[in-house]
């Protein structure tokens, strides 16, 4: 009986190796990686004990439930695999301990079943994981018995006996089952993951968000099929666990766009492996009819992903931050479009318009380049020349086109004179920075305009650059510094919230506190989420406000106002906007000012009609608490 135990907990283990091996074969189809095996085997158990698990305890009771369940279930078996070893044989203490974490993965399995009974929470998925629980129950069950039977009992046989080694049999070949189905496959696919992330620099609490550029010579651009993805990007798709977080925080799913990124990373499991998916579908997005297959188109109505899915995305990285399996929904998503757009030429009609406007007249306004500084003509700023020099170059962005973000920057100009910096802009030499282009998936467009920036910027110096858009100041100052044929270049780029509050640090802006009506801060996803700045705008708006509300989406946690990945001009269909959705969260959060820092954020927020908050660039804010004090 007892060789029995360790005989079937042998078994389980080598099945499980062969299940395995079959999704190795799958994801070997796909591009070869560079990989760091020593440093991810090394990281590995840090990454899945701190890093994944910090993720799952944000639902509350999720990570007792999976610390149980994982750590009895692997404990139990690990000591039973022991038991072919003589001198444990007639240990009752052995025994003793194989019992006690078999008790614990029971506890663990009771909690996975009442997670879905007696009713399913929407963003889980359902079908064969309903199944999870159960087999749990069966084989730890069995294995108790067996075990406990060992502690008390000299003999090796009876009835105890017999209904252990079947609960422990059907409980493992169902386990078996469902690693081989899918619903358990993220406990091999998930540690492959996270040994070979394609960004080890976001564990530890590290950021690595910058896109990674592809070489515009080679003969595959994007991706079109799953092989045009690396083996260990495919391995991530399989690591998804379908426990809906992504879904619950996506603002294009809560606003009824064609995304639900769950549904989405499925989308891919089911290109690699066909299959069946049992969660919630993209709202209103159209059905595919694609058999799946290694070598067959993903995106398309004949694939997996219909291409409305594809463009809804705002690139606002909500999925990514909230995934306990750390996958990369955004990289999936721009390498898609890349294929899309470079590959096939099949963009929506508005992208197209917008990036032929980039192409041709080297901003998305599509006017005289002159123009973009014509909002601070009154104000006199230099403009940097080639040759010359100065401390800071305030880059515009695309918002100083607009006549209402002209004021936004007229503030910072005040506030920076007021501090005795010595600062000019580019005038007609600033270019869009291609932000939306690369986020479009028009690659050949984002490195076109790029190599323009670049070259402008290098004939002229300075110490450093200043902007008040999120979106610049994140493709300036890391993706820039990664681009090909040595045109990659380094500046020290800051977020004008980060200089605003230097400079009241070092006490060159005093700041009284105005009273008036309570304030919230809107973070920006390319300041908050992909860049980690969450508290210079807190403490900026801490001494200019007396009445501070927070609202409950916050901080890395923060919802998206609409306005990235090219979502404005992508013609994409919605129940409702995005940003409606956002300003209802400020006036829930009691706030009668919403404070922002992007140019995208302050277009969003202020085109929600109705009795809304006031929108005011927190720059704005800071100046009024500088003449007030």
Known sequence: MILTAAGLAWVLCVGALLVAGRYVMGWRQGRPAVIDWRAGLAALPRRYLKDVHDVVERRPGAGRMHALTAGGLMASVALALLGVLPFL??????????????????AG????WRRRWPHKPSF???????????????CLGGLWFLAVWAVVSDTQTGPV??????MTGAGGAALLWLLGAGPLKHAFSGATWLVTH????????????????????APMLGCIAPVDFSWNVLASFDACIQCGRCEQVCP???????????ALIQGMVHAMHGGVYTGTPAPGAPAVTGQGGMSQAIVGEAGSIHPETLWACTTCRACVEECPMMIEHVDTIVDLRRGQALMQGAVRPGAATALRVLRDKGNLAGRAPAERAEGLAMLDVPVLAEGEETDILLWLGEGAFDRRYSQSLQALVKLMRHAGLRFAILGEAETDCGDLARRLGDEATFQMLAAEVVTTLSRRRFNRIVTADPHAFHVLANEYPQLN???GASWVVQHHTTLLDELVQAGRLRLTARAGAPVAWHDPCYLGRYNGQTEAPRRLLAGACQTVVEMERHGLQAMCCGGGGGNPVSDVDARERIPDLRMAQARQAGAAV?????????????GVVGEQPQVRDIAELVLAAVEEA
Do not use: H
């Open 161 to 166: 006996v017999w209904v252990g080694q079947v």
């Open 252 to 262: 294009a799913f809560a606003a009824g766009q064609r995304l639900n990124p769950k």
């Open 109 to 112: 399995a009771v909690l996975v």
């Open 89 to 106: 044989q007639a240990s009752r203490l052995y025994w003793g301990c194989v019992a006690l974490f078999s008790v614990v993965g029971l």
């Open 198 to 217: 394609t960004r080890p620099g976001r564990f530890g609490g590290g950021r690595d968000t910058a896109l990674r550029g592809i070489a515009l010579d």
């Open 485 to 487: 044929d040595g045109l």
């Open 594 to 606: 919403v404070a922002v820092g992007c140019p995208g954020c302050t277009a969003m927020l202020e």
């Open 124 to 138: 889980l998925s359902g079908g064969l994981f309903y199944a999870i629980a159960p087999a749990i129950l069966c």
